[in-house]
């Protein structure tokens, strides 16, 4: 009697595959939102750390970092760190709060790699439609391309080096034009040369942003989406490291905003951005958060009843 072969018939066989592919479709989105959660995770972690270099600081010399500093007259800028397109009413390699926090977070020889009293430097600088190359003083540049990882979040898409464009921004308030280029009517955490005391946060340290998330590959003043900005410790007319919660027009910037010209909040977690708070603590904020609420949690001193309630 011959024996039956054994073994799957084609039919069989396609009903596999097809019990398979239905597997790995339920399967796929839960890995990716595993992998997306322990990504966000991460850069919880990153703003807390960023948090506490702050509170370092703040615990060493009184008072908190400023949001950028670097050649300035009181009036307008220093020769040599002056906009080559604008003039000297802005900055052109000024230093980011990045740079001066780094002996607090572990980075000391780093810190001392920097020249301060020469213009920061960037392989790359976006200014309203112009493309500049190896801008600044080239004594910096190897700080510049040594950035901490500590200043990435892993879920940003990389549109720029991963070791000379950050991933967060400081609070520089409700609009007021613009941080890294005058002291006056500034109302957020950090603006050029700023030394706040923890004292003058009135609105209350739990209620008041210190850092947010603001993705190098999104909008910002003078530059598209995708094009990228927020250097390392690079600072010009682009306001690097600042984020504000609306423009000096009123119009708000609430976080993933996708407008042209403007310094709010992003990041690439679906419809939500991170932040600490001045306390250290690390909240979540929705695309969808009331707007209100929201701008008072820029303010330092506004009184305003809910900031920091999300």
Request: one cysteine or more; aromatic letters at 10%.
């Amino acid at each position: 009697m011959p024996r039956r072969a054994t073994g799957f018939t084609l039919v069989e066989l396609l009903v596999v595959i097809a019990i398979i592919g239905v597997l790995v479709a339920l399967l796929l989105p839960a890995v990716q939102s595993a992998r997306e959660a322990a990504r966000r995770s991460s850069c919880q972690n990153n703003l807390r750390q960023i948090a506490l270099a702050v509170h370092n600081y703040e615990s060493t010399l009184k008072c908190l970092p400023p949001g950028s500093t670097g050649g300035w007259t009181g009036s307008q800028m220093a020769a040599g760190w002056c906009d080559p397109s604008i003039g000297c009413g802005t900055p052109w390699g000024h230093f980011g709060w990045s740079a001066v926090i780094l002996p607090y977070m572990e980075n000391q020889p780093l810190y001392e790699a920097i020249n301060f009293n020469v213009p920061a430097f960037t392989t790359f600088a976006r200014n309203n439609g112009t493309t500049y190359t190896n801008q600044g003083n080239v004594a910096n540049k190897l700080a510049h391309t040594s950035m901490p990882k500590t200043f990435v979040c892993p879920s940003a898409f990389r549109v720029k080096p991963v070791n000379e464009f950050k991933d967060y921004g400081m609070n520089s308030g409700t609009g007021a034009c613009c941080p890294e280029r005058t002291q006056a009517n500034m109302d957020g955490i950090g603006f050029l040369n700023s030394n706040l005391r923890l004292a003058e946060v009135k609105d209350g340290t739990s209620n008041t942003f210190l850092f947010i998330e603001f993705a190098h590959f999104g909008n910002h003043s003078w530059t598209n989406y995708k094009e990228g900005t927020n250097q390392f410790f690079w600072i010009d007319h682009t306001s690097q490291g600042y984020v504000n919660s609306n423009e000096q027009d009123g119009t708000p910037t609430p976080p993933n905003s996708t407008f042209y010209n403007h310094r709010g909040s992003h990041s690439a977690h679906p419809e939500l951005v991170q932040a600490a708070m001045v306390d250290g603590r690390v909240v979540v904020v929705t695309d969808h958060v009331d707007f209100q609420i929201y701008r008072s949690t820029f303010t330092r001193d506004g009184e305003e009843p809910r900031g920091g309630n999300f």
